[in-house]
């Protein structure tokens, strides 16, 4: 079931106090619900996982939000074909006016400063005040910032280490805060313009702190943020180098302070999984490992090597219930990192292509905020309402989903989960991996690797074989190729990512209808390669083909490793195998005009 969610007076969508550019309607509206005069002994922060009942969440607001200024850690840019969203006050809607951003780089010709547009800011706030009424119309209490003094967010920041020019938003409570059980947790953030953020949301930590007596706070320690916590150079690797460096896992942070971001955590009741990221260093998951050892919390590390500058887990690896996780097929998690998952009966399965995937002009976020949902229950979930196809996939796996408009939350730095902090779900502290979790990548350095199944592979690489073999296995690291399977069941049944069909009949796969835009290459519904893997699949074609001679090529696909090994003068013969009627196809026409001698093996093989 999908249901829509907007402000509604007599069928007309309506702003709440816009002219004090404030939220206040909907903490008036939240009064009875809203905790703020609670005397009861009850535990009111509890938080275990992302999916438990909600029944108490707080909500950022955009308030004198402003650009953020470039730093060592964060390098904005305005996206040419982007969109600009404003409120309109004359209508009373929030209006998407795309092709803007080429016209706003020719206009400014540099990342703007200071304030942001109020007409943005009205947006913003616009849609994530019609998320506070649909949550308080469901009975969950809802806080904001605006029930305290707004921080001024255009003042600059001078400290011993650093200076910055203005400060950003508190738009994203997700990033600097979580629940953890029944404690804060406050982050170790690495951006300069966020340092003192976590103030706007202190005057109601403390008001838990006195009111909870079984609550707990945390506060990671405060980094300088000097010169020495960043690598700028990497800012100015080119996509190559980055490629080339995928699996080192280094980023624009460096290991000299403890950095990380609360967004980077995902809660899946006694473990919680981290991202190492642009915005999450090693030190700083060994601290949180450390300081929740004694609450019974196993912290683990988790990596997306072809995500090459990640920042936050939540557009890429989002829990939805026990067993079910919505995966990003542009960033597929490492096998090593996904083995716990596999044994315990995880099932993955990949949210779909956004439907809007044009960025705001001064969205510093991807297209996959698209799959940045809200669970407010094991079987109910918030989704962005332009995002009709995961819509869909989510209702097929038998949720229930709101929609709401939430694009002009976007340029605020976040999506739906971004934007809110859980303070307390109906749940507990339960091991979803019946012990397995101990054998989960930790702080040590491990290996990616490909999952094999004598009766079903699915990976995203294709394998060469050549007279001798010893220096593939001396050149090519085993952490060079990603899992792209999973198991669904128990070790063993076939695995394959959900929805992948185990078919009895292997001639079947020959008849699949191939989707090949020139870039991309899906299969029966799954992805199976795209252009920007050019880079990884010259190097294994290197290995293959650099003696020379006949070299075997098993899955043309793109065609991405048949140009790298076409390349080497010294090949013989160039055998490929594919087993698609349409890929095989193109491999035809690819033979007839290359360069070196091609003998395509397809179906009837």
């Keep these: 079931m999908v249901l829509s969610h907007l402000f509604k007076n007599n069928g007309i969508l309506r702003w709440p106090s816009l002219q004090h550019h404030s939220t206040k309607r909907s903490i008036r509206a939240a009064s009875s619900v809203n905790g703020s005069n609670r005397t009861t002994t009850a535990p009111i922060v509890n938080a275990w996982t992302e999916w438990g009942d909600l029944k108490e969440i707080v909500i950022g607001d955009a308030n004198n939000a402003c650009f953020p200024p470039p730093s060592p850690s964060f390098a904005p840019t305005i996206n040419e074909e982007g969109s600009v969203l404003k409120f309109d006050q004359a209508t009373n809607t929030v209006q998407e006016h795309y092709g803007r951003g080429k016209i706003l780089q020719e206009e400014l010709g540099r990342w703007p400063q200071g304030k942001k547009s109020q007409a943005a800011i009205d947006a913003a706030n616009w849609q994530l005040s019609n998320l506070a009424e649909l949550l308080m119309d469901r009975g969950i209490v809802v806080r904001r910032p605006t029930e305290f003094p707004n921080q001024d967010w255009s003042l600059p920041i001078k400290t011993p280490f650093f200076e910055t020019q203005n400060q950003y938003c508190g738009t ?48 990671a320690p405060k980094p ?36 990380f971001d609360a967004a980077d955590m995902t809660k899946l009741g006694q473990d919680i999984f981290v991202q190492l990221s642009m915005t999450t260093n090693k030190a700083g998951i060994e601290w949180l490992s450390r300081e929740l050892k004694p609450q019974g919390i196993r ?45 315990a009966g995880w099932r993955f399965i990949d949210a779909p292509e956004p439907n809007n995937a044009v960025r705001p002009a001064f969205s510093q976020s991807s297209k996959w905020l698209s799959m ?36 002009a939350v976007y340029e605020f730095g976040g999506g739906l989960h971004c934007s809110t902090w859980d303070i307390r779900r109906e749940d507990r502290c339960e091991d979803f991996f019946g012990g ?14 490909i999952v094999t199944n004598p009766t079903q592979v699915y990976c995203s690489t294709p394998v060469f074989a050549a007279e001798d073999n010893s220096e593939w296995m001396a050149g090519i690291k085993e952490d060079t190729t990603l899992a792209r399977t999973f198991s669904t069941q128990a070790s063993t049944t076939p ?24 870039d991309r290459l899906d299969i029966d519904g799954h992805p199976v390669m795209q252009r920007w893997e050019e880079p990884y699949m010259a190097a294994p074609a290197k290995v293959a083909a650099s003696n020379g001679g006949r070299v075997l090529e098993v899955g043309f696909w793109l065609g991405l490793s048949a140009d790298a090994i076409q390349s080497y003068d010294t090949v013989d013969e160039h055998i490929v195998l594919e087993a698609n009627a349409n890929v095989f196809a193109r491999l035809e026409a690819y033979a007839e005009k290359s360069q070196r001698p091609v003998t395509p093996i397809g179906p009837a093989l």
């Design 172 to 219: 994203c409570p997700r990033d600097i805060v979580a629940t953890v059980g029944n404690t804060i947790l406050e982050s170790a953030n690495s951006r300069r313009d966020r340092y003192f953020e976590i103030h706007q949301y202190r005057q109601l930590i403390r008001e838990y702190w006195r009111k909870d007596k079984a609550m707990m706070w945390k506060a």
């Design 224 to 259: 300088s943020l000097n010169d020495e916590s960043f690598d700028e150079k990497w800012w100015h690797l080119t996509k190559e180098e980055r490629y080339e460096n995928m699996h080192e896992m280094q980023f624009c942070i460096t290991e000299d302070e403890l950095l």
């Design 299 to 343: 912290v683990h590390t988790l990596r997306f090597p072809y995500d090459l500058a990640p920042s936050h887990i939540d557009c890429t690896f989002v829990p939805l219930r026990p067993g079910l996780i919505l995966t990003n097929p542009d960033r597929p998690i490492a096998k090593k990192d996904a083995e716990c998952f596999r044994k």
């Design 372 to 407: 940045n949902v809200l669970s407010i229950s094991p079987t109910c979930v918030v989704v962005e309402e332009q995002e009709t196809n995961l819509q869909a996939l989510l209702e097929k796996e038998g949720f229930d989903i709101i929609t709401v408009p939430f694009r």
């Design 436 to 449: 397995l979790s101990e054998s989960c990548y930790s702080l040590q350095p491990g290996s990616y690797g």
């Design 495 to 518: 695995i394959g990512y959900d929805g992948l069909k185990s078919r009895a009949n292997k001639s079947e796969w020959t008849t699949i209808t191939e989707e090949f835009d020139g």
